[in-house]
Nanobody, 117 residues
């Protein structure tokens, strides 16, 4: 499975961004997809996860605080993260992750999100 993220950029505080992650390869093997982020000097952390068949979504509420929304389009093998009311603390590299039914982990190359104060 290959993952390619897009949609990052520089936005002012309070702005919005929509990240996309396109999966290719053995996409039928994907059980769930997720967004992680990693700020400078910090560990990579989970933001949200979505299960491809059921559509069940899980959020890390301490991070999301009702501002982010994860979704997927199975026909396009694409996952999205709509981020609203962005804060400077959201500045990080955002990574797409896919977990297969065989518990294989896949990562994208990351997309930079920078929120200016």
């Amino acid at each position: 499975v290959q993952l390619v993220e897009s949609g990052g950029g520089l936005v002012p505080a309070g702005g919005s961004l929509r990240l996309s992650c396109v999966a290719s390869g053995s996409t039928a093997s994907i059980k769930s997809m997720a967004w992680f982020r990693q700020a400078p000097g910090a560990q990579r952390e989970l933001v949200a996860r979505i299960y491809m068949i059921s559509g069940i979504m899980n959020y890390v509420e301490d991070i999301v605080k009702g501002r982010f929304s994860i979704s997927r389009d199975n026909a396009k093998s694409t996952m999205y993260l709509q981020m609203n009311s962005l804060e400077p603390e959201d500045t990080a590299v955002y990574y797409c992750n896919a977990l297969s039914f065989h518990v294989d982990n896949y990562w994208g190359q990351g997309t930079q999100v920078t929120v200016s104060s």
